[in-house]
């Protein structure tokens, strides 16, 4: 057998010890993570994931899926896990087990057409009607017992916004994207954020022994600079976007 072939069977053996050490069952086949299906955010954010579970042998593949849909088809076990929640959701469905180390920070935004306010927490925004997506939890659990009105993803919320359905949208500055490719704009972003919260990966219960390796790699990742390197690209083309569509 040639030289180069006993190396790459070396390295699948070397591998596959590993996985069996670390008590995993390994699997040829990629692992189905569910994702907001519209959420920009998400989506920029699901590379960090794909490079936290190569480092363990995995590969892994989106599931585009509404937000409250992401949420229940991972529980159910018909995907692997979802990309990026907020902590406390093991409560709602518990067989999600969150990865401890969070993935990323998001800021919570109010959006208007024009309108301004001081802005001090979700409890500012009681005066006036919200838009809000449905299925997010955070946003959900903020606005709750206030004049809200639920939208079907991020682009619905945005329309629901610019057509005057409601005075307020609570979106993440990632909004600004979508904003931008729909030429949706002008709008304005209020500060200061409404909230700040921690986003979490959740696996499916079966995966539970990957959780304490996810969690390792992905503080390697911070320390190493690399979640920073993954989002860079984003975060510039959030602030284009902004300059691009912000009312002065």
Not at 34 to 59: K, V, W
Not at 136 to 145: A, D, F, P, R, V
Not at 173 to 197: C, F, H, Q
């Amino acid at each position: 057998m040639p030289t180069h072939a006993l190396s790459t069977v070396y390295l699948v053996l070397v591998t596959l010890q590993v996985l069996l050490g670390r008590g995993l069952a390994y699997s040829s086949e990629p692992f189905k993570i569910s994702q907001i299906a519209d959420d920009t955010g998400t989506l920029h954010y699901f590379p960090i994931l794909q490079e936290a579970y190569r480092r363990l042998g995995f590969e892994i593949v989106a599931v585009p899926l509404p937000a409250e849909r992401a949420l229940r088809v991972a529980d159910s076990g018909l995907t692997d896990g979802e990309t990026v929640r907020i902590e406390g959701l093991e409560a709602l469905y518990p067989n999600l087990v969150r990865v401890p180390e969070s993935v990323v920070s998001v800021k919570v935004k109010a959006f208007t057409t024009g309108t301004t306010f001081p802005v001090a927490g979700w409890e500012s925004l009681r005066p006036y009607s919200i838009c809000y997506m449905h299925g997010l939890k955070l946003y959900e659990q903020g606005t709750q017992g206030m004049n809200r009105v639920s939208a079907l993803g991020l682009e619905n919320a945005l329309r629901l916004l610019r057509d005057g359905i409601c005075d307020v949208a609570v979106l993440s500055p990632s909004a600004w994207i979508m904003v931008d490719s729909l030429k949706m704009g002008p709008m304005r972003e209020l500060e200061p954020p409404i909230a700040t919260y921690d986003l979490y990966h959740y696996v499916h219960r079966r995966h539970e022994k990957l959780v304490p390796l996810l969690a390792e790699e992905l503080r390697k990742m911070k320390q190493e600079g690399v979640v920073q390197a993954i989002l860079e690209p984003y975060r510039q083309a959030v602030d284009d976007a902004k300059v691009r569509q912000s009312l002065p």
